[in-house]
């Protein structure tokens, strides 16, 4: 395991005197090096690779700044070299995860004849007989080896034919309407385990063109690509003259710096709005955003604008395409405001202020109104960023139970957008609505809800079911945003920012990684999550945390000469992630993010700027930052030494006390800002190896057992009752406890080092009595729309213009807590993409009368005979009669606008208790 190496210093700081007398005689000498003089002084030591002035070096890797305008680099990824021979695939319909239960997927060894490789005849659902064996000695694949699958469908087929649906392995019955495609996932590029994808991609569908019931498919395994291999040169191209120049004496990350400023020059398309990278030229509401925030307000605010301009529709922020058919599954849009925000800050610009106010308010209050959990107090929605399901969630968790989980990172967002709706009322001289009261009650909330005790940080989110429990992994995007909105004090910051998992080549997304999962979000580094952390450490003062920030920014960039949009967790190599782009905007953002907010910490305010600079030691040294502009001056900042103080700081020559600039400042101006050179003290900071956590178990009811099947690593298992630990065995069953009316369990598998999985499934216990069905088609005439397996007679057809009332009547037997929840089918997308997540409010007489929101995800494109339910709504009735109605209201308006459609099955009505 790696030492931890600024731990181990405190530590031994702690505890040897010796040490410390030693240190404070050679730190004097030490400071003493001219910036001049430090090309082969060390500015940090990984393990993994050293951080020098002018140069990164890997192993047998260097990147090196001959200039602060040019930069050579000889990286190369490994991943060809050690391609293995092992191949692991399975099948998918409709791009599900169907074919076979989870871990089970056929296996082959590849030995190709004449560069080619044939399986034989694979059954659809029919496991392996054997495992393959590998060669000794002969572990890695040929490249560009042509490897044909071979699968027959005539089982599925006959099915069809013979019942009108296929039953797979996971009980999923899909209608033979609904049979879109066959594919194959797997572990092996270019394959991956992104089944949902799938549909999407037409190189991994099998096709039958003879129609004998046997479907093919060749790809191109181990192939060469040239993106393996990174530009061997940067040379500055672009006139930068217009921007602010930064020059420190370090070759290294002024060419860095001067690199991303070209790549985010080069980043603005035609219509004058940032695309998200080199590969995706769409402006996307949370790249933008979150890239404005951390730098781009303060270079390009008018191109700000045009982004976040292009990113609203009927005066509300969009939701990019996302999970379920995006908002409000998906429910990060509010990033937006943190941008607008800043662009406000860094222009004065009140007409953009009232521009962009009824935008933010009337987003914000849909957003009270449909993903406020009255139980919490916290919102619901989808991991900011972390958008890609199974890559941050347990496998199990569908749409809905995603849009009921309650994330620390998208919460954080929500806390600030009503601090900075509050802030802008008050700019404006507008009534306070509120809204910073909402603000200061949902950051209470995250502090009560999400704060995990165990750990010294917040958790990454509430998930289960009914009953939510604390998910312990860390979410870091949300620790630093909660330390850099004041969500967590300076003492919780400090816990956060020593405690946070940091991994050899930066911050992870999360932590400890989930198993069987490619890396992308999960198992991987994303720059612009590594600049959050750093800005984050440097507000709480943490000299480690902000030394190995800059290290793991300057390293990736350095080595593939431009800035990536991620890297792998184990290695630090740009492939072998799930997608990968160059130039990515919110890295670019990342980068000069170090310059502006952490050496030279630029905070803005209403009524100023202000400087909290953080210079590492190592780093000491003179900085200049010319032709900064900020509202209508222009600054020239000079910054000496070293240290989180200022020991003076002068304005055209005139000290002043505060390290400040006046909003109203107008003109050309020098500012010189000198630190006390005194050592910050040593933290902890948490640098640890990779992990992964066991396996989610999946957890069946046989009788009045629970039973699940042995999880690799797991020296014994976690039950819970509703939310709550039950019991602790070491068994694979339990004995479920009598439990009343409804009760909910999960399992969760720890190993003898305390790493816990994922919660399982829940399993729902409930007596059959205690339920009723209200069809549908009572309230409605069933429709015409093709589909089956429906309950009663038919389904109702739900759009815009149809049926946007429906009334119900349910007597309730006693007074009691009743569960409230629909079956219906969307197939107006995929699962995880698209923008119509159907959307509805439900109303019940005395018990809800001021409405909550239902939602009905996508569940497969024009799969409407695919049926789920919605998110469940538990309500206190006093027995007698009510009247149910589901409503389509102004704020169940979907990003789609026009197309917000389901089939309604039925109602369902439980008495919890």
């Not at 680099?73 to 239960?101: C, H, M, W």
């Not at 009503?418 to 809204?435: C, D, K, V, W, Y």
């Not at 020296?715 to 009752?721: D, G, L, S």
């Not at 005395?846 to 239902?854: I, S, T, Y």
Request: glycine share 8%.
């Amino acid at each position: 395991m790696l030492p931890n190496l600024y731990k181990n210093t405190y530590t031994a700081l702690q505890k040897g005197k010796i040490g410390l007398l030693l240190l404070f005689i050679l730190l004097p000498l030490m400071s003493a090096v001219p910036p001049e003089k430090v090309g082969k002084k060390a500015l940090y030591r990984s393990g993994v690779f050293t951080l020098y002035a002018n140069k990164v070096v890997q192993g047998k890797f260097t990147a090196q700044a001959k200039t602060p305008t040019a930069l050579t680099t000889n990286y190369q990824s490994p991943a060809n070299s050690r391609y293995g021979r092992l191949v692991e695939f399975k099948f998918s319909i409709n791009g599900k995860d169907n074919e076979l239960p989870f871990g089970v997927n056929h296996r082959m060894v590849l030995l190709p004849q004449n560069g080619r490789v044939t399986t034989p005849v694979i059954g659809f659902g029919i496991p392996d007989a054997a495992a393959p064996t590998l060669p000794d000695g002969n572990l890695y694949l040929e490249p560009n080896t042509r490897f044909t699958i071979r699968l027959d469908m005539n089982r599925v087929l006959k099915a069809f034919n013979e019942t009108g649906f296929f039953e797979t392995a996971n009980g999923e019955k899909i209608a033979k309407p609904d049979f879109k495609g066959v594919y194959v996932a797997g572990g092996s590029q270019p394959l991956g385990w992104d089944f949902e994808n799938l549909p999407s991609r037409p190189q991994y569908e099998l096709t039958d063109p003879d129609g004998d019931g046997i479907y093919e498919v060749t790809l191109v395994m181990n192939a060469y690509n040239p993106d393996d291999f990174t530009a061997t040169t940067w040379q500055l191209q672009k006139d930068l003259s217009s921007l602010p120049q930064y020059s420190s004496g370090f070759t290294l990350p002024d060419a860095l710096y001067n690199l991303s400023l070209e790549e985010m020059l080069l980043n603005i398309r035609s219509d004058g709005a940032y695309m998200a990278g080199e590969k995706w030229d769409g402006v996307w509401t949370r790249d933008i955003s979150y890239s404005i925030l951390l730098s781009l307000a303060l270079l390009q605010p008018d191109v700000a604008k045009t982004s976040l301009l292009q990113k609203v529709k009927n005066n509300r922020i969009v939701q990019d395409t996302g999970t379920g058919g995006s908002w409000p599954i998906s429910s990060d849009r509010m990033t937006w405001v943190l941008a607008a925000w800043e662009v406000y800050l860094s222009t004065g610009d009140k007409d953009w202020l009232q521009k962009v106010y009824p935008i933010i308010k009337n987003s914000a209050d849909d957003d009270r109104k449909t993903l406020l959990d009255m139980q919490t107090g916290l919102m619901m929605g989808e991991s900011s960023f972390l958008d890609w399901r199974k890559q941050s969630y347990p496998r199990w968790m569908n749409p809905v139970d995603i849009y009921r989980s309650q994330n620390l990172g998208t919460n954080a967002v929500h806390c600030q957008t009503h601090f900075i709706l509050s802030q802008i009322e008050n700019e404006l001289g507008l009534p306070n609505t509120g809204a910073d009261k909402f603000a200061q009650q949902l950051a209470n909330n995250i502090n009560r809800q999400l704060w995990s005790k165990e750990n010294n940080y917040y958790g990454q989110y509430l998930y289960g079911a009914d009953y939510p429990v604390l998910s312990a992994r860390s979410e870091t995007l949300g620790e630093a945003l909660c330390i850099l909105f004041n969500i967590a004090d300076e003492a919780r910051a400090d816990e956060v920012i020593a405690h946070t998992p940091a991994l050899p080549y930066g911050v992870p997304c999360f932590y400890p990684q989930i198993p069987d999962i490619p890396p992308y979000h999960n198992n991987a580094v994303w720059p612009f999550v590594q600049a959050y952390f750093t800005w984050a450490a440097a507000k709480a003062g943490n000299t480690a945390a902000v030394e190995h920030g800059l290290a793991c920014i300057y390293r990736q960039a350095a080595l593939f000469a431009t800035n990536k949009e991620n890297m792998s967790a184990d290695n630090g190599d740009f492939k072998g992630t799930e997608i990968n782009s160059d130039r990515q905007l919110w890295s670019v953002a990342g980068n000069l993010a170090t310059v502006y907010r952490i050496f030279y910490g630029i905070n803005l305010q209403p009524d100023g700027l202000t400087f909290t600079p953080f210079v590492p030691k190592p780093y000491n040294g003179t900085k200049k930052l010319t032709n900064f502009k900020y509202r209508n001056a222009i600054l020239d900042i000079e910054l000496r030494g070293y240290g989180k103080r200022i020991g003076k700081f002068t304005l055209d020559g005139q000290v002043t006390e505060k390290a400040f600039i006046p909003a109203n400042l107008t003109g050309r101006h020098t500012v010189v800002i000198e630190l006390d050179k005194k050592e910050v003290p040593l933290q902890p900071f948490n640098r640890v190896n990779n992990l992964f956590s066991p396996e989610t178990p999946d957890v069946q009811m046989k009788g009045n057992f629970l039973e699940w099947q042995p999880i690799e690593g797991a020296a014994k298992y976690m039950v819970y009752q509703n939310g709550r630990q039950l019991a602790v065995t070491e068994q694979t069953r339990h004995r479920l406890p009598p439990s009343g009316n409804y009760a909910q369990y999960q399992v969760c598998a720890v190993t003898q080092n305390n790493v816990s999985s994922f919660l399982s499934k829940p399993v729902s216990v409930v007596l059959p009595a205690i339920v009723q069905r209200i069809e549908a088609e009572t309230a409605a005439p069933a429709t015409a729309k093709p589909c089956t397996g429906y309950s009663g007679s038919g389904a109702v057809e739900l759009t815009v213009a149809q049926n946007t009332t429906l009334h119900f009547t349910f007597t309730a037997p006693q007074n009691g807590q009743y569960r409230f929840e629909f079956a219906y089918s969307n197939g107006s997308g995929p699962v995880n993409t698209d923008n119509k997540c159907a959307i509805r409010t439900l109303y019940v007489s005395k018990a809800l009368p001021e409405g909550k929101a239902v939602v009905f995800p996508q569940l497969g494109f024009d799969e409407w005979s695919n049926w789920g339910m919605s998110n469940p709504i538990t309500l206190w009735m006093d027995a007698g009669k009510h009247e149910i109605s589901l409503q389509f209201e102004p704020h169940n308006q979907n990003m789609n606008g026009s197309i917000n459609t389901l089939l309604l099955d039925y109602l369902e009505i439980t008495q919890v208790r």
